[in-house]
């Protein structure tokens, strides 16, 4: 009986996988996930094209703590935060844009979008005469404004990236980016009162955001204001404890303070965490 029971058992699920067969239902889930994946990931780019007021580049270093090079990011973390997807993604990205324009004709908000996604891209020049075709699609608002800022930013372009912020400032005063990018272009233009009171209203809009005290501490630090330096870097650490650059710009005020044993334990630490971010970045 036992053994009948057993074999009416394997029939049954004998017959249900001819039924239902297994690859095709494995096919049919693995493009129903891919599906939401890929909604989910055009969703997370349009709000933070739109909305996000997260900011953490800065024009100090990001490497070992010297104050020299660029500072692309400021860490691993950040990449995520910032939906740091491969080329082949955003290409399809691209060509899924490229269509709606070749369907709708000339639309302000796709040109944005477009520009957003050529900025991630670092194809600033693409990304500018989007923002450009935008505008000249009535589609003119404190979003596209900041987001040509910031490419003109990017293209080394400060003058033109501060007009830019302005306006963008004009049409929306309540967004911390705006304040942070004119903060950094102040920075670079030496201007350092008006730069130090731009991050400070950005911290004031957005207290949660590292990136911004980093930005003060570097300014601090260059008008020999150690202690600030410190404080917001201690601050910028507490946020986000993988940023070298908070590290190194600390380091740097401790050498100023003739600490030479907490620069050095800065600088280690600052360059122990580039090097952990560009393994990350390799992947």
């Known amino acids: 009986m036992k053994s009948t029971v057993t074999k009416s058992i394997q029939i049954t699920t004998k017959n249900n996988r001819k039924k239902f067969p297994i690859p095709i239902s ?3 889930c693995l493009l129903i996930v891919h599906s939401v994946l890929w909604f989910c990931c055009l969703a997370a780019i349009a709000t933070e094209s739109t909305d996000s007021d ?3 580049k800065t024009p100090a270093a990001q490497n070992d703590g010297s104050g020299k090079g660029k500072n692309p990011e400021t860490g691993a973390a950040h990449k995520c935060k910032n939906h740091a997807l491969s080329a082949q993604q955003y290409q399809q990205i691209l060509e899924k844009l490229d269509n709606s324009l070749t369907e709708k004709g000339d639309s ?4 944005f979008r477009r520009a957003f996604i050529y900025k991630k891209m670092q194809k600033y020049k693409d990304a500018l005469s989007d923002c450009d075709a935008a505008i000249a699609c009535n589609f003119d608002n404190a979003r596209v404004r ?6 003109l930013f990017d293209l080394k372009r400060y003058r033109e990236a501060m007009v830019e912020t302005n306006k963008s400032l004009a049409l ?9 990018l004119r903060a950094k272009i102040n920075e670079l233009l030496q201007c350092y009162d008006q ?4 991050i400070s209203r950005a911290i004031n809009l957005d207290t949660n955001n590292a990136g ?4 003060r501490a570097q300014i601090a630090y260059k008008v020999e204001e150690y202690e600030r330096c410190i404080q917001d870097a201690n601050t910028a650490i507490k946020l986000n404890p993988h940023s070298s650059n908070a590290y190194a710009i600390r380091s740097r005020a401790y050498e100023a303070k003739n600490d030479p044993k907490l620069a050095k334990q800065d600088k280690i630490k600052a ?10 970045d390799q992947f």
């Open 195 to 198: 730069a130090l009171q731009d």
């Open 172 to 180: 929306d005063d309540s967004k911390a980016r705006s304040y942070s």
């Open 212 to 215: 911004n005290y980093e930005i």
């Open 26 to 28: 494995l096919a049919l």
């Open 271 to 280: 360059r122990e965490l580039a090097r952990e971010y560009k393994k990350e």
């Open 54 to 56: 997260d900011n953490t």
């Open 146 to 151: 900041l987001l040509k800022g910031e490419v």
């Open 108 to 111: 302000g908000e796709i040109y």
